[in-house]
């Protein structure tokens, strides 16, 4: 009898309540990131035009240290 249980499943509405904000949360998180990543190629842009030696210089350091160890 479904009367006898102890506790009951969210209704229809609520589970679509609570998965609507679920996705609202995740979609301002997804937004925030995008956000951060256009300014952090912003700057990494910006670097590359004012120190284009060092820019060199960091690029081939990482290919060099990521090509010793396999990757």
Known sequence: MP?????SA?????AQSGTGNLLDA???ALNSA???LQQTG???DE???TQPL???LIALGVGY???????
């Open 42 to 44: 912003g700057q990494m």
């Open 10 to 14: 969210p209704s229809g509405s609520q």
């Open 65 to 71: 240290i990521l090509g010793r160890i396999g990757i």
């Open 54 to 56: 060092a820019a060199v």
């Open 26 to 28: 995740q979609g301002r």
């Open 47 to 49: 670097f590359i035009r």
């Open 34 to 36: 995008a956000g951060q």
């Open 3 to 7: 009367s006898d249980q102890l506790g």
